[in-house]
């Protein structure tokens, strides 16, 4: 052994000789295997050995050696060439089955590493799926990766970000603005106009007021709002802004967790509310859309965050994928019939 400065170098150096060693170990016997697979296909082994690409003698060794180590005899020695014992024909059928494993393991390896194959997890904010481009997307990018497996996360903004935070999601959809944080990225994917949601009895419902021209923010001032997302979320944010660009401070009946919950309330004559556009995809009985027209229009960002130099490739094609879609007018066309008027 050459000469060490310590003994941690030595013991560095007699690893990597071992090491090399049953890697090399490993690679002889895989072939030994190939070679029993090609006597037992041909039936004679210089033809193999023709097959295999060397001459016959080192190939007959290798066949007997194969032979001592597993203490059987594999073949009937002929004057035409060679026999499959029973012996040798339950080791043909393992043969095969280690080396198509291996075969499948290479290619998981080489896909997962490709990323066409692996694991991503989404997170979306509940208004999130009713606005066609995340559905879209995520049916988009399961038909080019087919083989990811792909989960969905449905929490409000803030949850999405600390999962995204501690590595237990991937990405996510959400509509909150954020102070900057350096560990993500995020990227504005759209901005989509927000409606008001009244009840069906309602007197702006009903007398037909903003069908067509829609309904101005001064329209409201009297009325009971019913506020959805916590303070500082993008939706929040967005109807606040808007209330004091149109000079008046919202009545506000109650408070709802989910946009879905709002809309229940509205049904039942609690109040109104400012909802996402998207949202009129979604049908609740007794609750009616209209547009706002005017200077002031409040609108719902939709966003997507990621963790900041993400080493997936998964994760890297999502992004991409999703970035491309963005610029790509057809993932945003929305349905031909609205509710909204």
């Keep these: 052994m050459p000469y060490t400065d310590s003994i941690l170098e030595a013991l560095q150096l007699l690893y990597a000789i071992v090491e090399n060693h049953i890697i090399e170990d490993m690679t002889m016997e895989l072939r030994h295997?190939?070679?029993?697979?090609?006597?037992?296909?041909?039936?004679h082994i210089t033809r193999a050995a023709e097959r295999l690409g060397?001459?016959?003698?080192?190939?007959?060794?290798?066949?007997?050696?194969?032979e001592r180590e597993v203490d059987a005899q594999l073949f009937h020695r002929r004057a035409r060439g060679v026999e499959l014992t029973d012996a040798g024909r339950a080791f043909l059928s393992n043969?095969?089955?280690?080396?198509?494993?291996?075969d499948r393991a290479f290619e998981t390896t080489r896909r997962t590493a490709r990323g066409e194959e692996g694991r991503i997890r989404v997170g979306i904010v509940p208004t999130s799926p009713f606005h066609p481009f995340v559905p879209r997307v995520i049916r988009a990018f399961r038909d080019a990766y087919p083989q990811v497996s792909l989960q969905l996360e449905?929490?409000?903004?803030?949850?999405?970000?600390e999962l995204l935070g501690s590595e237990q999601i991937d990405v996510a959809f959400i509509?909150?603005?954020?102070?900057?944080?350096?560990q993500f990225?995020?990227?504005?994917?759209?901005?989509?106009?927000?409606?008001?949601?009244?009840?069906?009895?309602h007197a702006l419902a009903r007398n037909g007021v903003g069908r067509g021209n829609g309904l101005s923010l001064k329209h409201l001032v009297r009325e009971t709002f019913i506020l959805y997302a916590p303070l500082g979320t993008g939706l929040r944010e967005a109807m606040m802004a808007a209330f004091r660009a149109a000079g008046f401070s919202p009545r506000v009946g109650q408070e709802a967790p989910r946009v879905t919950s709002t809309l229940s309330l509205v049904a039942v004559g609690l109040g109104i509310s400012l909802v996402p556009a998207s949202l009129r995809?979604?049908?609740?009985?007794?609750?009616?859309?209209?547009?706002?027209?005017?200077?002031?229009?409040p609108k719902a960002p939709l966003d997507l965050a990621s963790r900041r130099g993400d080493p997936s490739v998964v994760?890297?094609?999502?992004?991409?994928?999703?970035?491309?879609?963005?610029?790509?007018?057809r993932f945003d066309e929305p349905e031909r019939r609205s509710r909204a008027r």
Aim: proline share 6%; charged share 25%.
């Design 54 to 66: 060397m001459q016959q003698p080192p190939l007959s060794q290798r066949i007997k050696a194969i």
């Design 95 to 102: 043969a095969r089955a280690v080396l198509a494993q291996l």
């Design 315 to 329: 994760v890297r094609h999502f992004l991409q994928l999703v970035r491309q879609a963005a610029k790509d007018p």
């Design 175 to 182: 509509r909150t603005p954020h102070t900057k944080q350096e």
């Design 33 to 43: 295997l190939r070679y029993f697979i090609a006597v037992a296909e041909e039936g």
């Design 154 to 161: 449905e929490r409000l903004g803030g949850e999405l970000l």
């Design 281 to 297: 995809h979604l049908y609740v009985d007794g609750v009616v859309y209209r547009h706002l027209r005017g200077s002031v229009q």
């Design 185 to 201: 990225v995020i990227d504005r994917l759209l901005e989509e106009p927000m409606l008001v949601a009244l009840p069906a009895a």
